[in-house]
Nanobody
Framework: QVQLVESGGGLVQPGASLRLSCVAS????????MSWYRQAPGKERELVAS???????NYADSVKGRFTISRANIMSAVYLQMNSLKPEDTAVYYC???????WGQGTQVTVSS
């Protein structure tokens, strides 16, 4: 069965960086697009970034220039490098496989001074 395990969240100050990881299993990782979503308290879950099977990327306007999504097919992993973090980036971040409809358990990112 599909499993997605996120890690790398934490509490950081504004301006800091974090790198989220999502390790996948149960499907042919290299053949699937992957996405990162986030959900802040009281808000709907929103798309942060996506990467296609061949490496094409797209980003929410709110994170362009600060976040980078990448993948390592040999590791069945997708990453989200987050730089210049802002308090409004505070959310639970989820890994998602759009074509399968599977979610990870999420990892909390809190940006606060």
């Amino acid at each position: 069965q599909v499993q997605l395990v996120e890690s790398g969240g934490g509490l950081v100050q504004p301006g800091a960086s974090l790198r989220l990881s999502c390790v996948a299993s149960g499907f042919t990782f290299s053949a699937y697009a992957m996405s990162w979503y986030r959900q802040a308290p009281g808000k709907e879950r929103e798309l942060v970034a996506s990467i296609s099977a061949w490496g094409s990327t797209n980003y929410a306007d709110s994170v362009k220039g600060r976040f980078t999504i990448s993948r390592a097919n040999i590791m069945s992993a997708v990453y989200l490098q987050m730089n210049s973090l802002k308090p409004e980036d505070t959310a639970v971040y989820y890994c998602y496989v759009p074509s399968i409809g599977s979610w990870g358990q999420g990892t909390q990112v809190t940006v606060s001074s």
